[in-house]
């Protein structure tokens, strides 16, 4: 699991990727979601589930801006 905090749904997706579902205590669902940048992020299935980003899209919209 990451060393951040799991984005809740209704938060706006920070990058462009796929977000595997966790449990409350992040515990990994084997779900996912395809999440676009700065749109909202989809309800879960469950109370206390949160997204993670798995997999960045490879087109650049994905990629954190350099500074």
């Known amino acids: 699991m990451s060393a951040e905090k ?4 209704g938060n706006k997706a920070p990058i462009s990727a796929q977000y595997g ?6 515990g990994k669902t084997n ?3 395809t ?3 700065g749109k909202t992020l989809p309800p879960t299935a469950r109370p206390g589930e ?16 350099k500074k």
């Open 31 to 33: 779900k996912e979601v």
């Open 50 to 65: 949160g997204y993670v980003p798995v997999d960045p899209t490879k087109n650049g919209s994905g990629k954190p801006k």
């Open 6 to 9: 799991p984005l809740k749904p």
């Open 21 to 26: 579902v966790v449990g409350p205590r992040g």
């Open 35 to 37: 999440g676009v940048k």
